[in-house]
């Protein structure tokens, strides 16, 4: 690595990033640790301030629990400041990469409930949200397990006792499921459910199997207007991109 930099003079960067999600503050404070000594390396080395700005990444873990912000930034930022005393002393530029931590909790999916029914003893509602926005969650659910909050058709949170029950989604497959065995005020057809913290890495992830438009996405003011963000995908572009805009393609010859 070091020859490589010297090699090449233009380089002045260095970047990590440990991992995201689940990765403790002091492993990724030791990424950022390794990262530092190898830019001192470098420029002890080549006899010059060659790495100019360290790039840490992201990776900062998201809290899917609560409504709790934990860990925080200041946590982190302390940590790093404990174990890269150097870091913050201002001789390098500090570039950060900051994902889900930025995001996930200022997101929230939320899908009305076409019906309800029971299955397996268990009532399950069916909602128009399932893999096609949260196909991590749906296909590894261990891993990237949702709240959900439920809202009456006029969306007041709902009340009542809590009911264990699976959140379901419109796929054709039985385990498109949301959340699975959730305890919540029982959902209802016309019901609304909410994924919450779902700002990051469900927008961004459609899937789109059995031809599921993406939604649209939209932002509130604190006044409490509405703006769209993203479009909701049409029928006509969902038919477009299934082969629709190429329907000739194997039955007229080029
Ligand atoms: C290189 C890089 N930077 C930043 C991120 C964002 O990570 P996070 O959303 O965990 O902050 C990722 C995601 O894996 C990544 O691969």
Redesign the pocket.
């Known amino acids: 690595m070091v020859q490589a930099y010297l090699d090449r003079p233009w380089l002045t960067r260095l970047h990590a990033?440990t991992g995201?999600?689940g990765i403790p503050l002091s492993l990724m404070a030791r990424g950022v640790a390794e990262t530092y000594a190898l830019a001192e390396e470098i420029n002890r080395r080549a006899g010059r301030r060659q790495v100019d700005t360290l790039d840490i990444?992201?990776?900062?873990p998201v809290n899917f629990a609560s409504d709790a912000t934990t860990p925080t930034y200041a946590q982190y930022a302390r940590v790093l400041a404990e174990e890269v005393p150097g870091l913050f002393d201002g001789r390098y530029g500090l570039v950060t990469?900051?994902?889900?931590?930025l995001l996930a909790k200022h997101g929230t999916v939320v899908a009305r409930v076409e019906y309800a029914k029971s299955a397996g003893g268990r009532p399950v509602a069916v909602t128009h949200a399932g893999v096609q926005v949260a196909t991590r969650t749906v296909y590894a659910p261990g891993l990237w397990p949702l709240r959900i909050a439920a809202y009456d058709s006029k969306g007041r949170p709902k009340e009542g006792p809590a009911v264990v029950q699976d959140v379901a989604g419109p796929a054709c497959f039985s385990g498109d499921l949301l959340a699975e065995g959730c305890a919540l005020p029982l959902l209802e057809q016309g019901d609304f459910a909410a994924a919450l913290d779902t700002g990051?890495y469900y927008f961004a992830h459609h899937y789109a199997y059995n031809s599921l438009v993406r939604p649209g996405i939209y932002g509130f003011w604190p006044d409490g207007r509405f703006a769209v963000v993203r479009e909701a995908q049409t029928v006509e572009e969902v038919v477009a991109e299934s082969g629709g805009a190429r329907v000739d393609a194997l039955t007229e010859s080029p």
């Open positions: 990033h995201s999600q990444g992201g990776g900062l990469e900051f994902g889900r931590s990051a």
